[in-house]
């Protein structure tokens, strides 16, 4: 019906990482994440599939299938747009991010690519390696998506400092 989807892979790359996948399993994971993060009504892509190619005990390649939230990361609004996209998606950022620390959840891997825009709607994708615990670990790493911008990295200090992040 004109729906668009994102299919992403989990591969399984060695012998090693056969053996370390039968007690972490990413896939099934972010399947339950996404809808963890839906239910608290942080804004992410709500996984609709998951496909896990099995022999007996042993896992094999995995698939996830999210609806596709746009193309436009974040870091690339920002690049393009300064100030008048900062003022724009700024609030919802530290709203997310907020969020994260009041269920007391932390993402794993907080870059700016891994929030896309949906129409006019930030949305976190990302989230197999979804925990909880502080998310300090999540800020310092949101915080070097900006160290060669220096004036968007300031702002993103002020803010994040404001909101007691």
Not at 56 to 61: A, C, E, T, Y
Request: proline share 4%.
């Amino acid at each position: 019906d004109g729906e668009r989807y994102v299919v992403k892979r989990y591969n399984i790359k060695g012998v090693g990482h056969r053996v370390r996948r039968w007690f972490r399993r990413r896939a099934r994971n972010a399947w339950v994440n996404g809808h963890w993060l839906s239910f608290l009504e942080i804004p992410t892509a709500r996984p609709v599939a998951l496909l896990e190619q099995k022999w007996g005990w042993f896992r094999g390649v995995c698939y996830l299938v999210m609806p596709d939230c746009g193309s436009g990361s974040l870091s690339e609004a920002l690049a393009e747009g300064g100030k008048d996209q900062f003022s724009r998606w700024a609030p919802q950022t530290i709203a997310i991010l907020k969020a994260l620390q009041t269920a007391g959840l932390q993402h794993g891997d907080l870059k700016a690519t891994n929030f896309v825009i949906e129409e006019n709607q930030l949305v976190l994708i990302d989230y197999d390696a979804l925990g909880r615990g502080p998310n300090q670990a999540d800020i310092e790493r949101f915080r070097r998506n900006w160290e060669e911008q220096p004036e968007l990295d300031r702002a993103w200090g002020i803010l994040l400092e404001e909101a007691g992040l």
